[in-house]
C-alpha cells in the first residue's frame, strides 16, 4: 500500500533558525496537504498543493510539491515558539481513492 | 457552527467489552472520516463516508470495527470484543466534497481509548 515518510522524525531549532521537513511517497500523489498538530491537540489543515512543482507561501512558511509529485517539502523561516507541534503531510494517491495517507510526522521544537 | 464533535473524549474500557464513538460533523460537510492516531504517529486512515455511504474501508481494520452515518450526519464507530492493541486516538474529521477541491480536513478533537 501507499507509504508516506518524513524526515526529519525530530528537531530542535533556536528560535529565529529556519526549518525544513520532507515529505516522500511511495507512489505518485494527485495532490499533498499539509497539517500541523500541536501537542495534545488534533490536525489542524494548512494548505493543499495540487501542481507539479508548485510553490505556496503563508508568510514565513514556504511549500513545494515535487516535479514528479512524489514528494514535498515545508520551509518555516526564522521560526518562533509559536511554530512549535509536529507537521505532516498527506497525500492522496493519484488515479483511485479520496483517502489522505498521512506521513510519519516531523515533531518541531524551537528553543528560545 | 462550533467545529466537529466527538464524544466521549476519554473512555477506558476493560480488554473484551465493546465501544462505541460518535462524531458530529461540519453540518454542511458530505464527507466524513475516521482516522487512529497513536503516539508518535500519524494518523492511520480506517473508513470513510460520503452522505451515508460507506465508500473505503482499511483493509488494515479488523471486523471488530464498524462504522455507520446512518442520515448522512453524525457517525458512529464501535469496536467489538476490544483489545489492548487497539487503544489510540480515535479522530474523526469532515470535508466538503474531496481534497480535489482545496478544502482540508477539519479534525475534531478525538476520542482517547484506553483498554486495560
Known amino acids: 500500500g501507499q507509504q508516506v515518510m518524513q524526515i526529519p522524525q525530530y528537531q530542535h531549532v533556536q528560535e529565529g533558525e529556519d526549518f525544513t521537513t520532507y515529505c516522500n511517497s511511495s507512489t505518485t500523489l494527485s495532490n499533498i496537504q499539509w497539517y500541523k498538530q500541536r501537542p495534545g491537540g488534533h490536525p489542524v489543515f494548512l494548505i493543499q498543493?495540487?501542481?507539479?512543482?508548485e510553490v505556496k507561501k503563508q508568510k514565513r512558511l514556504t511549500f513545494q510539491f515535487g516535479e514528479a509529485k512524489k514528494n514535498s517539502s515545508l520551509h518555516i523561516t526564522a521560526t518562533q515558539t509559536t511554530d512549535v507541534g509536529t507537521y505532516f503531510c498527506a497525500g492522496r494517491a493519484a488515479g483511485g481513492g479520496n483517502k489522505l495517507t498521512f506521513g510519519t510526522g516531523t515533531q518541531l521544537k524551537v528553543e528560545l | 457552527d462550533t467545529g466537529v464533535s466527538q464524544n466521549p473524549r476519554h473512555k477506558i474500557t476493560k480488554r473484551g467489552q465493546n465501544v462505541t464513538f460518535r462524531c458530529d460533523p461540519i453540518s454542511e460537510h458530505n464527507r466524513l472520516y475516521w482516522y487512529r492516531q497513536t503516539l508518535g504517529q500519524g494518523p492511520e486512515f480506517l473508513t470513510y463516508?460520503?452522505?451515508?455511504?460507506?465508500?473505503?474501508k482499511s483493509r488494515l481494520l479488523s471486523d471488530r470495527f464498524s462504522a455507520e452515518r446512518p442520515k448522512g450526519s453524525f457517525s458512529t464507530l464501535e469496536i467489538q470484543r476490544t483489545e489492548q492493541g487497539d487503544s489510540a486516538m480515535y479522530l474523526c474529521?469532515?470535508?466538503?466534497?474531496?481534497?480535489?477541491?482545496?478544502?482540508?480536513?477539519?479534525f475534531g478533537s478525538g476520542t482517547r481509548l484506553t483498554v486495560v
Open positions: 474529521a469532515s470535508s466538503l466534497a474531496g481534497p480535489q477541491t482545496g478544502y482540508g480536513y477539519t
Open positions: 498543493l495540487v501542481k507539479s512543482g
Open positions: 463516508f460520503q452522505n451515508e455511504a460507506q465508500l473505503e
